[in-house]
C-alpha cells in the first residue's frame, strides 16, 4: 500500500509536469530554428553542434527532479515533443517519437535509482544517459548515412556531454534556484532546500 501510494500521482504532479512539457514544447519549437540557423557556425566541425542539444532534454531531468515518481520524466518530454511537433517542427511526427527515446533515458536512471536520489551526480547522469538515448535514436535516424568515426562517434560523445551539462546541471540548478522561493514546496525537491 505504501509503495502504492508513494507511485500515485497527485494532481499538483499532473499540473506540473504539463507546465514543464508545454513550456518546453514551445521552447524545442523555437529551439528548432535556433539549430537551423546555426548549422553554418559549425562547418568547421559539424558534430560540434550537439553542444547545443542539452536543451531539448531539459524537461525529462527538470521533471524526473520535480516530481520524483515513476514516469515523469517520460512524460514531460513525450508531451513537450508532441507540443513541438504540432507547433509546427521542422522535424514532424518523428519529433514525438524522438522524445518518447530520450524521455526513457532520464526514466531509466531515476527507476535505477529507485525514484530515491535526486542530488546532482543523479541529475548528471540522468542528463548524460538521455544524451545517449538521443544519440542512439539520432544515429539511426537522423545520422544513418555520415561516417561513424568523423560525424557519428564525436556526435554522440558531445550530445552526452551536453545532456549532461545542460539538461543534468541546468535542470539541478534550476531547481536549486526555484526551491527558496517556495515554488516547489508540495514536493520533495522544495523540502530539500539545503541539501545538495
Not at 99 to 106: K, N, R, S, T
Not at 137 to 161: C, E, L
Amino acid at each position: 500500500m505504501k509503495v502504492f501510494e508513494f507511485n500515485r500521482w497527485r494532481t499538483i504532479d499532473i499540473v506540473v509536469a504539463s507546465v514543464i512539457a508545454v513550456a518546453f514544447g514551445v521552447i524545442f519549437w523555437a529551439w528548432g530554428t535556433v539549430w537551423s540557423i546555426t548549422e553554418s557556425a559549425f562547418a568547421f566541425f559539424p558534430p560540434a553542434q550537439a553542444l547545443i542539444y542539452g536543451v531539448w532534454l531539459v524537461p525529462a531531468v527538470l521533471a524526473g527532479l520535480i516530481i520524483r515518481k515513476p514516469g515523469a520524466a517520460l512524460y514531460a518530454e513525450a508531451v513537450a515533443a508532441t507540443v513541438s511537433a504540432l507547433l509546427g517542427s521542422q522535424w514532424g511526427v518523428q519529433t514525438v517519437v524522438q522524445g518518447l527515446v530520450q524521455g526513457l533515458g532520464a526514466e531509466l536512471v531515476f527507476a535505477i535509482l529507485l525514484y530515491r536520489n535526486f542530488k546532482l551526480p543523479a541529475a548528471l547522469l540522468a542528463g548524460a544517459v538521455t544524451g545517449v538515448s538521443a544519440a542512439i535514436y539520432d544515429f539511426i535516424v537522423w545520422n544513418a548515412g555520415t561516417d561513424v568515426w568523423s560525424y557519428r562517434i564525436p556526435y554522440a560523445a558531445i550530445t552526452v556531454v551536453s545532456g549532461a551539462v545542460v539538461a543534468g546541471v541546468g535542470s539541478w540548478a534550476l531547481v536549486r534556484a526555484l526551491a527558496p522561493t517556495g515554488v516547489l514546496d508540495r514536493f520533495g525537491a522544495g523540502r530539500e532546500r539545503a541539501s545538495v
